[in-house]
């Protein structure tokens, strides 16, 4: 009886959420009610809420607890451990990566975004879809692009050989040391900062429903892994890429004027215009035959499914972190573009404009809980391959066997 209680509650409160998501963002949507939520939020993010909590309480009346605690595994064991007992929060801010862990644990309630699931950038929805419905409100994506030193080149390169030869023309005048600089590590490669040229040879990490969900079936071995394993061997072997070039290495490189090219996201702005540097983004220039697709990251709103206050709490995240203005306040306070496409158009920085673009022609970071069983085996083998210790061939069929026994 209890668990029919709670399917019907949760309907009525879904479909009272998506008459109320049809209004339009000038119109407050008063379903508040006595009480307070209490949202987890990283340090900038708390700052970016603030605006939009003022405006929730002076329409609805309900107070909200914003307790900064920076997103972390931490907060993530913690909102397990806490939501079943009643403890947690009623919101968390985090990414979007842990969906499948927090939906297996059975403590998020969905969303209905209504009509306003149209508004957002199509990764960003996608990545807050988990089995066919979604969880929480993504409110940045991010990703990682070529930045380009416009003091040293003007070049636009359309393929991953034309950015090489646009970067070794500036070393060869004897203006640069690196062609480009794409962050790895000695041990463990960096599959994040790779995932773009292993895409564009139609190896993606993971199989895609029509939906474009990611599903537990393996999608890195055949011919397309192979060629791409075969190509990474030849950067290794021709110096373009080195396991020994960090994230903080090749930050410097681009920030000391060694290199006209680095991979990036735009996490490393501050510092880059802090240097007074004249910068383009640049889309990732595919190798193979296909688009050069990086990894994107969703910044989401979540909603305990043990809220003492649901409605409020999917009132707030449902319609007032889908406004433009709220969206365009976490910009301004955390550096990551909007999620929703009319916030990204208002952006005033050209180059988190470009991010966002790119942002959108790539896919979501699997939040499959089988994603945990791939990253060491990846990395590792991909730092085999660059640094030479083997048939790049036979290593990545080792790989991809290692990882569908470690699924299993």
Not at 184 to 197: I, K, M, R
Request: net charge negative; proline share 8%.
């Amino acid at each position: 009886m209890r668990k029919t209680r709670v399917a019907l509650g949760l309907g009525a409160l879904i479909s009272a959420l998506a008459l109320a998501g049809c209004a339009t963002s000038e119109t407050p949507v008063l379903l508040g009610g006595p009480g307070e939520l209490t949202i987890w939020a990283g340090t900038q993010e708390v700052a970016g809420l603030q605006p939009t909590v003022d405006q929730f309480t002076a329409d609805t009346g309900v107070k909200i607890n914003l307790v900064q605690r920076d997103f972390s595994d931490q907060v993530v064991s913690d909102f397990i451990t806490q939501a079943p007992t009643g403890q947690g929060p009623d919101i968390v801010l985090g990414a979007h990566d842990v969906l499948g862990q927090l939906v297996s644990n059975g403590i998020l309630a969905p969303v209905e975004l209504g009509q306003r699931q149209q508004e957002f950038a199509p990764v960003a929805t996608t990545a807050a879809t988990y089995d066919g419905r979604t969880y929480g409100v993504p409110f940045a994506i991010e990703t990682i692009a070529v930045l380009r030193n416009d003091g040293l080149s003007q070049a636009a390169p359309q393929s991953f050989e034309e950015l090489i030869a646009a970067g070794q023309e500036v070393v060869d005048a004897g203006r640069a040391d690196y062609p480009l600089a794409i962050p790895q590590t000695p041990d463990g490669s960096d599959p994040y900062h790779l995932y773009p040229l292993q895409t564009s040879f139609g190896a993606e990490v993971f199989e895609r429903d029509p939906d474009g969900q990611y599903i537990p079936q393996l999608a890195m071995g055949g011919p397309e892994g192979t060629a791409f394993a075969e190509y990474l061997a030849q950067l290794g072997q021709r110096g373009v890429l080195n396991t020994s070039l960090t994230t903080d290495v090749t930050k410097t490189l681009f920030l000391s004027g060694r290199t006209p090219f680095l991979v990036s996201g735009p996490w490393n702005l501050p510092d880059l215009r802090a240097a007074g540097m004249s910068m383009t983004v640049l889309p990732f220039p595919p190798a193979g035959p296909q688009l050069a697709q990086p990894f994107v990251g969703a910044q989401m709103a979540y909603v305990s499914a043990e809220s003492s206050q649901p409605l409020a709490a999917q009132n707030f995240v449902a319609n007032y972190l889908t406004r433009p203005e709220a969206q365009l306040a976490m910009f301004e306070a955390t550096g990551r573009a909007p999620a929703l496409q009319s916030a990204i158009a208002e952006i005033d920085d050209q180059i988190m404009s470009d991010y966002a673009s790119i942002a959108e022609t790539g896919v979501p970071m699997p939040a499959i809980p089988q994603m945990g069983a791939v990253w060491n085996f990846w990395g590792s083998t991909e730092a085999g391959i660059i640094n030479q210790q083997g048939d790049p061939a036979t290593l990545w069929r080792r790989m991809v066997g290692s990882i569908e026994g470690a699924i299993q």
